[in-house]
């Protein structure tokens, strides 16, 4: 049986430390917020495969994460702009994403912002003085 799948959003950043004395570290150790993706579904076409899609409240992307469909234990992940292309470097395919007995549990997948996106992203979810350094799409397994 396929296991479900949980898809999470994560907004990696580091934060400028005030008051630091000349020589002191400038910034915090990195952190996240987090997103979460609907939760997943059964593939529609009758395959032993899931399917997640959905849209977070702070990026104007579309997700499609689709575990089975191009075959038992293959991941495909597409993220489409607004107009409905696919961003740049996806769709993205990984072939036995969570094998069994592999210490997988997740995958992780770069998800590219423009410097607008990012600043509007930190103005709207993060605070104060937490700049943004990645975004991430986090595939894990629910069993």
Do not use: C, W
């Amino acid at each position: 049986m396929t296991p479900g799948l949980v898809g999470v959003i994560r907004y990696h950043f580091r934060e400028r430390l005030e008051g630091v004395k000349s020589g002191g570290k400038e910034y915090s150790a990195p952190a996240y917020e987090t997103e979460q993706l609907p939760p997943s579904i059964a593939a529609s076409n009758g395959e032993q495969g899931r399917v997640i899609k959905g849209k977070v409240a702070h990026l104007p992307y579309s997700f499609v994460i689709n575990l089975g469909a191009k075959g038992a234990g293959t991941l495909e992940v597409k993220i489409l702009t607004a107009e409905g292309k696919p961003l740049p470097g996806y769709p993205k395919t990984v072939a036995n994403a969570f094998a069994h007995g592999a210490e997988a549990t997740s995958q992780d997948f770069e998800v590219p912002v423009t410097p607008k996106l990012a600043a509007n992203i930190e103005k709207n979810l993060l605070e104060k003085n937490q700049h943004l350094t990645q975004v991430q799409l986090v595939v894990q397994t629910s069993q």
